[in-house]
């Protein structure tokens, strides 16, 4: 059987594994340190990050929720590692779509996602367990989705920002998108009605800032 590299020994990592057995993959999960590993309490293959060079041959998705960690992760192996799209097979795609987010670089797309049209996706995104994304939207590299998130027409996520289970983001429109600024966090439940700031946090129904 094929292997993939996971980047992670965390749930994150293990729904990416999970992808992977669904695409006919072994994933071969990589552990920070040896505490880590030993940690670790699943039958999976755990190899150490200090040992990656023994396994260039493999692609690779980063299992990480965290998008600073993540992107320190694709800075540091960006010209070693190939980093590959992960797609779970239930994941639908308007006209194009599909083709659009396999042109980028470490995209995860969890289980029951749905992606509409004209939508441009950055590299080293996750969008987990039936989550939506719809027209006109545009998502900057890092971006972390949470399941059940739902972002409407006409918005612009800013780099490694976070947006929580449940979160609906109302649409902007084509003049002037809806605007979530870059390491932003979003919280779980909250709806999103006006522009968020850059590094914020923003909870509640309607959305307000709280840091």
């Known amino acids: 059987m094929k292997q993939i590299g996971v980047f992670g020994t965390s749930g994150m990592a293990r729904e990416a ?3 992977a057995w669904a695409l006919g993959y072994e994933p071969v999960y990589v552990a920070r340190d040896q505490a880590e590993l030993d940690a670790y309490s699943f039958s ?20 990480i929720g965290d998008s600073s960690i993540r992107q320190r992760i694709a800075q540091r192996y960006g010209e070693r590692l ?9 994941a639908s795609f308007g006209r194009g779509q599909r083709e659009l987010i396999e042109s980028r670089r470490g995209v995860i797309v969890c289980a029951g996602v749905r992606f ?22 545009v998502i900057d ?11 409407t ?5 800013g780099t490694r920002s976070w947006i ?5 983001i109302n649409q902007g429109n084509e003049s002037m998108k809806r605007q979530i ?7 779980s439940g909250a709806v999103v009605v006006n522009d968020c700031d850059p590094n914020a946090v923003y909870i509640g129904v309607p959305a307000r800032r709280i840091k």
């Open 153 to 157: 027409g006409n918005v612009h996520i």
């Open 82 to 90: 190939n980093f590959v799209n992960l797609i779970h097979p239930s």
């Open 181 to 187: 600024g870059a390491d932003t966090i979003i919280g």
């Open 141 to 151: 590299d890092c971006v972390y989705v949470a399941p059940g998130a739902h972002v």
């Open 164 to 168: 929580g289970s449940g979160v609906a």
């Open 17 to 19: 594994g999970d992808i």
């Open 44 to 63: 999976d293959r755990v190899v150490l990050e200090c040992d990656i060079d023994s396994y260039l041959d493999l692609g690779y998705v980063i299992g």
């Open 116 to 137: 509409t049209n004209n939508i441009q996706v950055g590299d080293f995104c996750i969008f987990n367990l039936n989550s939506t994304i719809s027209h006109d939207v």
